[in-house]
């Protein structure tokens, strides 16, 4: 059964830092591109990071969060990371991850298809 489950969402102040997991189940994370999205409220949900298949194996950072996020993959947990760093307000919303539908894709043309349940991230002082 496939699953995505996010997890490490938290209340932090600005400036601090929260690592993201998600953790994937029924099939192997590393033949698809998987990224990290995130929704703030009222707000439509926008892309965060992602990581290429193996095939690719590059990143891709939004121009928002560069220099402060980053996404890693540890491929005996079948697991995708996303590090926050430097945490602003405006990064406050929940956080999701998501498979791309194409085997052995590339971020830059993936077509996001299954999706985790999300983690809350609230950045506040």
């Known amino acids: 059964q496939l699953q995505l489950v996010e997890s490490g969402g938290g209340a932090v102040q600005p400036g601090g830092s929260l690592t993201l997991a998600c953790t994937i189940s029924?099939?192997?994370?590393?033949?698809?591109?998987i990224g990290w999205y995130r929704q703030a409220p009222g707000k439509e949900r926008e892309p965060v990071a992602c990581?290429?298949?193996?095939?690719?194996?590059?990143?891709a950072i939004a121009d928002s969060v560069k220099g402060r996020f980053s996404i890693s993959r540890v491929n005996v947990k079948n697991t995708v990371y996303l590090q926050m760093n430097r945490l602003r307000t405006e990064d406050t919303g929940t956080y999701y991850c998501?498979?791309?539908?194409?085997?052995?894709?590339?971020?830059?043309?993936?077509?996001?298809?299954?999706w985790g349940q999300g983690t809350q991230v609230t950045v506040s002082p």
């Open positions: 998501t498979k791309d539908n194409n085997r052995m894709g590339v971020c830059q043309t993936a077509d996001w298809g299954s």
């Open positions: 029924g099939f192997t994370s590393t033949d698809f591109a």
């Open positions: 990581v290429s298949s193996a095939r690719y194996g590059n990143t």
